[in-house]
């Protein structure tokens, strides 16, 4: 009884202040705990205080990693402890019992359990938990935030200051008081606190210098200049503010330049010390003189005369740098000089600033296909650049692709150019071909996409038509002279006849139509289908596709070569009455001048056919284009595997009736009009 009294007395002398709170034991304490026992106990203290537990006696199973009985202590959640076995109360006392203890406010947390058997009856734990102040101020305490004196009381602590310090209002930091207002004085001096000595630290120090605005504060530091400094960084720091700008940060051995001109009649200077150090700081003698104005009137500009400093009355150029223009607020004419006057009060006047030229954002069409990349990022300012390309892979970049803001307000490419470049459809370049050929009388079947720029006219006159870029079609001027107010449908991407206003054909109407103006009506029975090769404008855009492609012009005057071969195709008659439900098409030769010379003649009249210039013929064997057929195209070289691209290089025109000419048709010779049909596009695009 005496032995157990005697530790507990020694266990209460640890703190004046803690209080016994109660006891924790084992189920069963002392006779014995009982197999698959279990304890969970928890205990939180109040702010400023402690909890811990002094074990006095343990005595359990021992097993490895004390799978089998143990005592687990946790603090806050966190595991720091794990007992099992039997110890003395020494070994308690030293090993155990200093580490069994919460954070300040924190909580603890036991928890016990046996296992199946308790075969040598082992008596289990006993130990008492006790709530004590928790001391901030002991030394590497990380809650003690006093940068000097830290006081402890009962539930928490407070911190003071050495004399000439004050408690900041954070209720931690010991500061000097070092903030004057020197307004009105023409000439003083300023110290860091405690000049010559080492300056206090946590110093929030302000000077406030003011003076009449015609004159300017000049501040002339002491050669003895010791600020703080690290590996080229301010630790401490000396700050000069003017409503220009700040001066600083500055540190180190070496004072700012002498005399320091601020050009300004109001200054405030700031100096920040951290919590060490044993440097001494600066000291400065300010005074006044007339005001100046500075060499810079605004950034990005230069100054003609250039001086040092200017007095007030005299007057400068001022010009804007490549690329800059004056801001005149609001005017409609940008300049890129301007003149101003140095006033008694160091400031210019009028003062523009100079920025940057500002190009715009460019025109670009609004169909989507030519796209600015990285478009949301829209920087239009001088040297700003832009990048181009086409949205779709059925058109190819004409032009330069970047573009940069020049210094005369315009987009100018890498390459010069001022215009914006264009995204032409990419011609010619059917994706599926395939090199088996026949005649159109009942010739080949086309495979859809095989021949993806033929068109079908069904009404007023049936015909054929090609796509040459994704607004335009050419035809022969004889299928579309009856036209009505340019009412034409035609239709696209099929190769079905019968299903042509059904998907996934493209229906296109027209919105004008231009006949060559050399085309001659020629009545019931003409002799003269000389220019016989009109435009279709459609009403809107179409969307190019693997079965919607246009056919590229040829290049003008190429000249044709006999025996050249080409491809005809149509939906035309195929040498009766009959019309095919599927495009056909054909290869076939182009035949020589004098056999081409050599026309037909027309049965009801007797008249011979005219042939010009303008015009060649082509056919072969049992083969070539037939009624219906008009306005579609001859294409060269032929439909075959390995060719590059693919130009339409006549246009169905006029021959005799199928059952009675010699397989020979005659073709608007299309490269004798190439001129004509882009300026053409071009007057009325940009119209």
Known sequence: MMLRLSLLLL????????????????????????????????????????????LIHLDLEDSHDCENDAVKVFSNGNLIAVLCGKREFEELESSVNPSLHSTSGGCLTLTFHSDYSNIKRHTGFRGFYTDQDFDECEHNNPDNKCTQFCHNYIGGYHCSCRHGYY?????????????????????????????????????????????????????????????????????????????????GPFCGKTPPPSPLLTYSHHVQIHFT????????????????????????????????????????????????????????QGTQTLISEYTTTCQITGVWT??????????????????????????????TLYKDQIHFNCSSKYYTLEGDDTYTCSASGEWVSDGGKKEMPKCIEVCGKPEKLSTSVGRIMGGKDAKMGQIPWQLLIKEPSRGGASLI?????????????????????????????????????????????????????????????????????????????????????????????????????GWGTMGDTRVPAILKYAQVGVKSLTECQNTPF???????????????????????????????????????????????????????????????????????????????INTIETS
């Open 273 to 328: 010390s951290d919590g060490y150090g044993t440097n001494k700081g600066f000291t400065l003698h300010f005074k006044t003189t007339e005001k100046v104005c500075q060499a810079v009137v605004t950034p990005h500009s230069t100054l003609t005369p250039q001086q040092p400093e200017y007095y007030p009355g005299e007057t400068v150029t001022v010009t804007c740098e490549l690329g800059y223009v004056a801001n005149t």
């Open 350 to 379: 009028p003062t523009y600033a100079c920025e940057p030229v500002d190009c715009g954002f460019p025109d670009i069409p609004e169909d989507g296909i030519l796209e600015l990349v990285d478009s949301d990022d829209r920087h």
């Open 167 to 247: 408690l900041d209002a954070d209720k931690h930091t010991c500061t000097v008081s070092c903030t004057k207002d020197l307004s009105g004085l023409r000439e003083g001096d300023i110290s860091t606190p405690s000049w010559p000595s080492s300056y206090a630290e946590n110093a929030n120090c302000q000077y406030t210098l003011s003076v009449e605005d015609t004159l300017q504060l000049e501040l002339h530091f002491s050669q003895d200049f010791d600020v703080e400094q690290s590996d080229g960084q301010c630790i401490d720091a000396l700050r000069i503010e003017t409503p220009s700008g700040t001066l």
């Open 469 to 569: 870029n994704d607004r335009w079609a050419v035809t022969a001027a004889h299928v579309v002279e009856n036209v009505q107010d340019t009412a034409l449908r035609l239709y696209g991407g099929l190769i079905d006849g019968r299903k042509a206003d059904r998907s996934p054909s493209v229906v296109m109407d027209s919105e004008k139509i231009i006949i060559h103006p050399g085309y001659i009506k020629g009545g019931e029975e003409p002799t003269n289908f000389d220019n016989d090769i009109a435009l279709i404008r459609l009403a809107s855009r179409v969307d190019l596709g693997p079965n919607l492609l246009p056919i590229c012009l040829p290049e003008p005057n190429r000249g044709l070569v006999e025996d050249e071969q080409g491809t005809v195709s």
């Open 11 to 54: 266990l209460l002398s640890r703190s004046a202040y803690s209080t016994l709170l109660g006891w924790v034991e084992s189920p069963g304490y002392p006779t014995g705990y009982l197999p698959h026992a279990s304890l969970n106990w928890s205990r939180c203290a109040p702010k400023g205080h402690t909890l811990s537990i002094k």
């Open 602 to 680: 027309i049965p009801k009249t007797n008249k011979r056919m005219i042939f010009t210039n303008n015009m060649f013929c082509a056919g072969g064997e049992r083969t070539d284009s037939c009624e219906k057929d008009s306005g579609g195209p001859f294409v060269t070289p032929m439909l075959a595997e390995g060719v590059d691209r693919y130009y339409l290089t006549g246009i169905v025109s006029w021959g005799a009736p199928c059952r009675e000419r010699q397989y020979k048709g005659y073709y608007t010779k299309v490269e004798n009009y190439v001129d004509w049909i882009k300026n053409t």
